[in-house]
């Protein structure tokens, strides 16, 4: 006699655009290739986020179900996102280290730890930790932190 196995919970993570969540890819194809229609995703998730600006991008965990539904959790932009807007770039340093793209206050890094806090992952960091993190990544990107 053989056990019928119990499929497990899926877990898809993508970087979607506020507002912009369409069945082309790579909506479509991640959750299309595990029988979820991805229509349903982008209606919920577009309703979700429309009061953020649209295009800013999202991290979002997918969970899907062994019966095809699915749940998902829309995480806060990611830091180098914020740092780019607070200084005004589209892309950070081709070399880090060598090559500074602008300039960021520590007031910026503490209103952008601020905002990361509310991540249920930092939730329990405080927010000098928060920002430390924040200084380095604005580092790889080529950014200086000014006092």
Known sequence: MSKKVQAAEVIVKLLVGAGKASPSPPVGPALGARGVKSMDFCKQFNDKTKHI???TPLPTVITIKP????TFVVKSPPTTYFLKRAVGVKKGAQTPGTEVVGKVSLK???EIAK????DDNLKHLSLESISSSIIGVAKSVGIEVIP
């Open 53 to 55: 600006i649209t295009d």
């Open 67 to 70: 019966d095809r539904t699915f």
């Open 108 to 110: 910026h890094v503490y």
């Open 115 to 118: 905002i990361k806090q509310q």
